[in-house]
């Protein structure tokens, strides 16, 4: 067993640091603020590779989500639903030609990608969606709605799991649907408690005709395909999770040594260092269980369990420690000031998206138990 990164994962966490340290840090609040990032972002974001990132090794992609995390994570999802979700799905599941096709847009920034799998009414029970595609001669012919879906107006193609038979898992198909398909509309979803700079819409499909050259993976095969697709992403938000959480160390140690309280800095009181430690082992607790579920995804091995114990954990520990953060910066904590009152905004969904906490911990039990708690 080795907790040691190699001498280029060590470039490129540097890279990825000083990247974020010029062109995302000094916006951050900026764009939180307008509720929008500049989009001349997204040619840096592939110029320097991370819109292509499915190239790296986990690892040295959970290095890159980190350092996003920590800088914005309105940026982090950005690059991981458009390498983690869509990018690996067609590596994974998709024709030579998908790949050929769609790889190359998305590296480079022309066509982003979005993962729409979320309805109105099915979250947690992906099974349960209804959003149909019906055969038309060799085409498919796509009618329905999703909602909270990450770059889904700004995204040149989605990816798009209708029901193409019977009712529950095994009904489920994947599609490449470009976004100027006619009947494709994207409505940007405004007034969010957190990622407030990144794109979130609502998708509408009024009959979308596709061709069947664009179903991805067998016919059936859709329910599978989406959670192959989160285990990838479940790593990506793990590692943005543990971002948080060194965003929030950072910005402690900063303010605890600056700030006077009864003649001497915050961070000589027992209980601030207290605040502090906690914050300390949550992150890096949070970061070994990513590691690993990434370790194990460079080794081939079904690593389904590990993301969901890094996902469940990391994201959790992030609320925690934004939290503890904006205790220890007191009432500056409560002004965008200051980056930890961000974070704990941001922090918050990562327990809803890529599957709730509650949903994490029935895989988990599920694993471990061999027996099945949603029937």
């Not at 040295?60 to 920590?70: D, H, P, T």
């Not at 002004?335 to 509650?358: H, N």
Request: aromatic residues 8%; glycine residues 12%.
């Amino acid at each position: 067993m080795n907790f040691f990164l190699t001498h280029e994962q060590e470039l490129i966490r540097g890279s990825a640091r000083e990247f974020c340290e010029r062109e995302v840090l000094p916006h951050a609040r900026d764009w939180d603020r307008v509720e929008d990032i500049d989009r001349g972002l997204v040619a840096k974001l592939a110029d320097i590779g991370y819109l292509g990132a499915w190239e790296l090794d986990t690892i040295s992609y959970a290095l890159v989500m980190e350092e996003l995390g920590r800088a914005d994570s309105s940026v982090r999802g950005i690059v991981s639903v458009n390498v983690g979700l869509v990018g690996k799905t067609i590596l994974k599941w998709g024709t030579d030609a998908q790949q050929a096709e769609w790889l190359p847009k998305l590296a480079g920034g022309e066509a982003l990608g979005c993962y729409a799998l979320t309805e109105p009414g099915s979250g947690s029970d992906p099974a349960g969606l209804v959003t149909r595609a019906e055969r038309d001669g060799g085409d498919w012919v796509l009618s329905g709605s999703k909602i909270f879906i990450t770059l889904g107006s700004w995204a040149g193609v989605a990816l798009v799991f209708a029901r193409t038979g019977g009712e529950g898992a095994r009904g489920l198909t994947c599609f490449l649907v470009p976004t100027d398909s006619p009947g494709f509309a994207a409505t940007r979803i405004k007034g969010k408690l957190g990622l407030r700079a990144q794109d979130t819409a609502e998708l509408a499909l009024e009959g979308v005709r596709v061709p069947d050259t664009n179903r991805v993976g067998a016919e059936g095969d859709g329910f599978k395909v989406a959670m192959s697709a989160l285990d990838n992403g479940r790593i990506s938000l793990a590692a943005g999770c543990v971002g948080i959480a060194q965003g929030c160390l950072d910005a402690c140690l900063r303010y605890a040594a600056e700030r006077q309280q009864f003649g001497k800095p915050i961070a000589s009181h027992q209980l601030v260092q207290e605040l502090i430690a906690e914050i300390a082992v949550d992150c890096e607790a949070a970061r070994l269980l990513t590691w690993r579920a990434a370790a194990l995804a460079d080794a081939g091995v079904r690593h389904t369990l590990e993301s969901s114990v890094a996902k469940y954990y990391a994201s959790e520990a992030s609320v925690r420690a934004a939290n503890a953060a904006v205790q220890v910066h007191g009432g500056y904590g409560y002004i965008d000031e200051y980056p930890v009152g961000k974070y704990l905004r941001d922090a918050r969904v990562t327990t809803l998206y890529e599957g709730t906490s509650q949903i994490q911990k029935l895989i988990i039990g599920r694993a471990l138990t061999g027996e099945s708690a949603f029937v």
